[in-house]
């Protein structure tokens, strides 16, 4: 079973950057057929989106929240994404989780599929 793993996760200074990244455990049957997403979990709060960008890339979504400062790009030749965070806050930290399903995207955990273990984000300020 394919699963999603993730890196890049770290202890940032705030108002720092880092890069994150994504991609399965194995080659999957067709990486560029799956929408690509992350959600994070910060602790005592429920897991809530942060970005998403479709199978063939034209189509993005952002939380508020990070809109501006987090960039979300995928790469099919290395089936990989990567989410770049700058400005980064206090409320930036927690467990960054990747997910995958077909095709489109939404910001509703439930119909993500295939999901990482998480990376965390520590944020110091």
């Known amino acids: 079973q394919v699963q999603l793993v993730e890196s890049g996760g770290k202890l940032v200074q705030a108002g720092g950057s880092l890069r994150l990244s994504c991609k399965p455990s194995?080659?999957?049957?067709?990486?560029?057929?799956?929408?690509m997403g992350w959600f994070r979990q910060a602790p005592g709060k429920e897991r809530e989106f942060v970005a998403a960008?479709?199978?063939?890339?034209?189509?993005?979504s952002y939380a508020d929240s990070v809109k501006g400062r987090f960039t979300l790009s995928r790469d099919d030749a290395k089936n990989t994404v990567y989410l770049q965070l700058t400005s980064l806050k206090s409320e930036d930290a927690g467990l960054y989780y990747c997910?995958?399903?077909?095709?489109?995207?939404?910001?509703?955990?439930?119909?993500?599929?295939?999901w990482g273990q998480g990376t965390q984000v520590t944020v110091s300020s």
């Open positions: 960008i479709n199978w063939n890339g034209r189509t993005t």
């Open positions: 194995r080659r999957p049957f067709a990486f560029s057929t799956l929408a």
């Open positions: 997910a995958a399903r077909q095709y489109e995207i939404t910001q509703t955990a439930g119909t993500w599929t295939i």
